[in-house]
């Protein structure tokens, strides 16, 4: 099964990109580049990405389309119930593995995407 499908379960991971597109939606709808901007302060990320992944994102039913500005360029997305459906079921896997991670003596330390 696809990182991205509309049947997203514990057992498929959203890949990094995936996941900081979604939690980037998650507090309303944003352009592209607002997405793209906040998703780098997660992993590293560029328009292909971005967009490659939106696209993949719009076909699945997790993001949608709400519309552009007075530039055409400039589109808006905000995520479906699939979507943050999705991002909560990954949150809950992250979180697991992190639990299982520090029941082993792995510590934190500090990454910068």
């Given at each position: 099964m696809s990182a991205v499908s509309?049947?997203?379960?514990?057992?498929?991971?959203?890949?990094?990109?995936?996941?900081?597109?979604?939690?980037?939606?998650?507090?309303?709808?944003?352009?592209?580049y607002a997405?793209?901007?906040?998703?780098?302060?997660?992993?590293?990320?560029?328009?292909?990405?971005?967009?490659?992944?939106?696209?993949?994102l719009l076909a699945s039913g997790m993001v949608e389309e709400t519309g552009v500005d007075g530039d055409a360029r400039r589109r808006f997305y905000k995520l479906t119930d699939g979507g943050v459906r999705a991002l909560a079921l990954e949150t809950v896997r992250l979180e697991r593995a992190s639990a299982r991670a520090r029941a082993k003596g792995v510590r934190s330390i500090e990454v910068r995407a």
């Open positions: 509309s049947e997203t379960n514990e057992s498929s991971p959203l890949t990094p990109a995936v996941f900081a597109i979604l939690l980037a939606l998650a507090d309303g709808e944003k352009h592209g997405i793209m901007q906040e998703a780098r302060e997660h992993t590293p990320m560029g328009p292909g990405t971005l967009y490659g992944s939106l696209d993949r």
